[in-house]
């Protein structure tokens, strides 16, 4: 079993939808790490998250420490929403522990 | 701010030859830069750690020898690739962290293909 584990894998949705991915983790974290992965390579930083909950845009993430559980929301998705998210536990060391990712495409 | 560079953005060599990535901080110092690989629709794989003015840290099953990491500034990492083999064709991620943070910003990624 991964230690950070996100579902769905993949997901396809229509313009339009409310879009949540989840993020599950089973290792002591300092803060929670949501990016996102474009098709040529290039990965961004969406939020790091440490409690509570942070909202930029369209974005929103939550994150539940005694659950050990994170979640990305995007509400209204639109086509250019179409990539990998991945969620990223940080360790005490600074290391990141990588969930498999969540490819989504979003269709016009 | 917090912009993280690499170069080259890719890079086609033939087997045999060594190839070096540049990965820079552009607006920010980085105590520590992290290398990573990665394969198609696979996650990233860490392969090394590097500290500023310091020998790298590098994953299990990374051969040192292989992978030359050099971090000779607080904006400035380097990885070099020796005697690449086709099997070394991936997508190398750097990212750096911010010396007051845990936050890893990172890389465009550089893609090498080995011929």
């Known amino acids: 079993k991964n230690e950070v584990e996100q579902s769905p894998q993949n997901l396809t949705a229509q313009e339009g939808e409310f879009i949540t991915i989840n993020c599950s983790y089973s290792?002591?974290?300092?803060?929670l790490h949501w990016l996102q992965q474009h098709p040529g390579g290039g990965i961004v930083s969406l939020f790091m998250?440490?409690?509570g909950k942070k909202k930029h845009g369209r974005l929103i993430a939550t994150i539940n420490i005694q659950e050990k559980h994170s979640s990305l929301h995007i509400t209204a998705s639109h086509p250019r929403d179409s990539a990998v998210y991945i969620c990223?536990?940080?360790?005490?060391?600074?290391?990141?522990?990588f969930g498999t990712g969540t490819r989504l495409k979003v269709l016009a | 701010g917090a912009v993280v560079s690499q170069h080259p953005s890719w890079v086609i060599c033939k087997s045999g030859t060594s190839v070096k990535i540049e990965c820079r901080s552009l607006?920010?110092?980085?105590?520590?830069m992290f290398w990573y690989r990665q394969f198609p629709k696979q996650s990233l794989m860490l392969m090394a750690t590097?500290?500023?003015?310091?020998?790298?840290?590098?994953e299990q099953g990374v051969e040192k020898d292989k992978f030359l990491i050099n971090h000779a500034s607080l904006t400035l990492s380097t990885l070099t690739v020796t005697s690449a083999h086709p099997e070394d064709s991936s997508f190398y991620i750097c990212?750096?962290?911010?010396?007051?943070?845990?936050?890893?910003?990172f890389g465009p990624g550089t893609r090498l293909t080995v011929l």
């Open positions: 590097s500290n500023e003015g310091s020998k790298a840290t590098y």
């Open positions: 290792v002591g974290i300092s803060a």
């Open positions: 990212s750096a962290r911010v010396t007051s943070g845990d936050t890893q910003y």
């Open positions: 998250l440490s409690s």
């Open positions: 607006d920010f110092q980085a105590t520590t």
């Open positions: 990223a536990a940080v360790s005490g060391t600074y290391k990141y522990i």
